[in-house]
């Protein structure tokens, strides 16, 4: 198995532009979680899927932060306008809701917004 | 909700000394509590972790420790080596049918020194 796939990986924009990080959760987990992690405020989970229906988006932010999950396979985490406060490394994680909890991260999108 | 506090931010050893990282939580439902651990530029990993029907739990040198009772676990290193530099996460979960989310610590520094 090819574990979490993320992309991009590096990401650099101007502020104001929208920027679309993508995930490709390991097959077979049915939870998806989005995570952004600064040195200020550590790891902070954003919003989790639980079979592609949003459970928990209280971590989002504010409105310029969407995600969405249309499939089992694939899921987006959209920032619209891009902020230079919104750079941060963003982890895409999935799992089991049946099983012990284990989370599996992917390598993470460093987003740096000028 | 859950909130998790964890100490120190910053551990630092020589190389063969013992290492110990402490958390507490504060939801007496919760019940699964692994620790991560990321190297500098790299995803969080999965560690050890311990459900809470289990005081202790060993995997080489590394060992994890639950009281429930006082709702705070740690993570215990032994021997350690320039390699096991890195920073550490606890997390906690709260029981499956419930929310599947976990919540992080702010994560403990920890230099080897050789």
């Known amino acids: 198995d090819a574990g979490v796939i993320q992309s991009p990986r590096h990401e650099v924009t101007e502020m104001g532009q929208e920027v679309t990080l993508r995930c490709k959760p390991i097959s077979g987990h049915n939870s998806l979680f989005w995570y952004r992690q600064t040195m200020m405020r550590g790891l902070e989970l954003l919003i989790y899927?639980?079979?592609?229906?949003?459970?928990?988006d209280s971590g989002m932010p504010e409105d310029r932060f969407s995600a969405k999950m249309p499939n089992a396979s694939f899921s987006t985490l959209k920032i619209q306008p891009s902020e230079p406060r919104d750079s941060a490394v963003y982890f895409c994680?999935?799992?089991?809701?049946?099983?012990?909890?284990?989370?599996?991260f992917g390598p993470g999108t460093r987003l740096t917004v000028l | 909700g859950e909130n998790v506090e964890q100490h120190p931010s910053t551990l630092s050893v020589q190389e063969g000394d013992s290492a110990v990282i402490k958390c507490t939580y504060s939801?007496?439902?919760?019940?699964?509590f692994p620790w991560y651990k990321q190297e500098l530029g790299k995803r969080p990993q999965l560690i050890i972790d311990i459900r809470s029907n289990v005081g202790e739990k060993k995997d080489q040198r590394i060992a994890v420790t639950l009281n429930k009772t006082a709702k705070h676990f740690s993570l215990h290193i032994t021997e350690t080596q320039p390699e096991d530099s890195a920073v550490y996460f606890c997390?906690?979960?709260?029981?499956?049918?419930?929310?599947?989310?976990?919540?992080f610590g702010k994560g403990t520094k920890l230099t080897v020194n050789p």
């Open positions: 939801d007496s439902a919760s019940n699964y």
């Open positions: 994680a999935s799992g089991w809701t049946s099983g012990i909890g284990e989370q599996f």
């Open positions: 899927f639980n079979n592609n229906v949003p459970i928990d």
């Open positions: 997390a906690a979960r709260g029981p499956q049918g419930g929310s599947e989310k976990l919540v």
